[in-house]
């Protein structure tokens, strides 16, 4: 079984910048991919960004793309999001997802960590 732990989310004046982060744990594996979705009240889980365990290769959403970077730990199953410029229609709830090798979807989930953003 794998674990996903969230921290760093908080609340923000727009303009501001949060840093998240997801540390897995459990039994012994390598990520293919690890990811960041989001879901604000009243809307659809949605993606914010991946990254590809080999190649460290980042995907994000149109939204993310020039103010959010994921990157992870060289060393531990850890993944972070920078988030820059944050504007109130961040806010949500973030969750962090993991995919094995061999599989189609990512089957492992965070609690999520709420991010508010104020104007």
């Known amino acids: 079984q794998v674990q996903l732990v969230e921290s760093g989310g908080g609340v923000v004046q727009a303009g501001g910048s949060l840093r998240l982060s997801c540390a897995a744990s459990g039994r012994t594996f390598t990520p293919e991919r690890m990811g960041w979705f989001r879901q604000a009240p009243g809307k659809e889980r949605e993606f914010v960004a991946t990254?590809?365990?080999?190649?460290?290769?980042?995907y994000y959403s149109d939204s993310a793309t020039g103010r959010f970077t994921i990157s992870r730990s060289n060393a531990e199953n850890t993944v972070y999001l920078q988030m820059n410029s944050l504007k109130p229609e961040d806010t949500a709830v973030y969750y962090c997802?993991?995919?094995?090798?061999?599989?189609?979807?990512?089957?492992?989930w965070g609690q999520g960590t709420q991010v508010t953003v104020s104007s």
């Open positions: 990254i590809i365990w080999r190649g460290s290769v980042t």
């Open positions: 997802a993991l995919r094995l090798y061999g599989n189609s979807a990512y089957s492992y």
